[in-house]
């Protein structure tokens, strides 16, 4: 199951997204397009993608995600994304001429947090398909006894 989709990635980032364009060039961020735009590529995406499902799995101690995602589950993960897009390398600073970044791992460890936090309330309960309780198989029905009233018919 996925957390996002790449559209709603693109658009939490304000990023354009071409789904028609080929995925062929390697990079640690988005590319960037001929206007000078960021462009969201699907390589990119699921990268990220992974890495975001790594770090909230690891931090709930979850195995899977439920099928109905909470909403405070998608947006840790929508957050969590744009940290992994603008600091792929987790950088502790990066600037240009003009512009500074100084990025801090503060904002991560505090969506993690929560998400443990909130994974802790969660009711424990079977996240794969299994039988509820430990029962032996039912032994033979006496043969010295009738079966009760309410049975009989059944057997």
Same mark, same amino acid.
């Given at each position: 199951?996925?957390?996002?989709?790449?559209?709603?990635?693109?658009?939490?980032?304000?990023?354009?997204?071409?789904?028609?364009?080929?995925?062929?060039?390697?990079?640690?961020?988005?590319?960037?397009?001929?206007?000078?735009?960021?462009?969201?590529?699907?390589?990119?995406?699921?990268?990220?993608?992974?890495?975001?499902?790594?770090?909230?799995?690891?931090?709930?101690?979850?195995?899977?995600?439920?099928?109905?995602?909470?909403?405070?589950?998608?947006?840790? @993960?929508?957050?969590? /994304? !744009?940290?992994?897009?603008?600091? *792929?390398?987790? &950088? #502790?600073?990066? =600037?240009?001429?003009?512009?500074?970044?100084?990025?801090?791992?503060?904002?991560?460890?505090?969506?993690?947090?929560? @998400?443990?936090?909130? /994974? !802790?309330?969660?009711?424990?309960? *079977?996240?794969? &398909? #299994?039988?509820? =309780?430990?029962?032996?198989?039912?032994?033979?029905?006496?043969?010295?006894?009738?079966?009760?009233?309410?049975?009989?018919?059944?057997?």
């Amino acid at each position: 199951m996925s957390l996002f989709t790449i559209d709603q990635l693109a658009h939490y980032l304000q990023v354009t997204h071409d789904p028609g364009k080929e995925d062929n060039t390697v990079e640690t961020g988005g590319d960037v397009d001929e206007a000078g735009s960021a462009e969201l590529t699907t390589g990119t995406y699921t990268v990220i993608e992974a890495v975001v499902t790594g770090w909230l799995l690891d931090a709930t101690g979850l195995t899977t995600f439920p099928d109905r995602l909470p909403p405070q589950v998608f947006s840790w @993960a929508l957050e969590l /994304a !744009a940290i992994a897009y603008e600091n *792929p390398a987790a &950088a #502790a600073a990066a =600037g240009t001429d003009r512009v500074t970044n100084a990025y801090t791992e503060q904002r991560r460890e505090a969506i993690l947090a929560r @998400a443990a936090r909130w /994974a !802790a309330k969660v009711p424990t309960a *079977p996240q794969v &398909a #299994a039988p509820v =309780g430990d029962f032996p198989c039912p032994g033979p029905w006496p043969t010295d006894l009738e079966p009760p009233r309410r049975l009989r018919g059944w057997c």
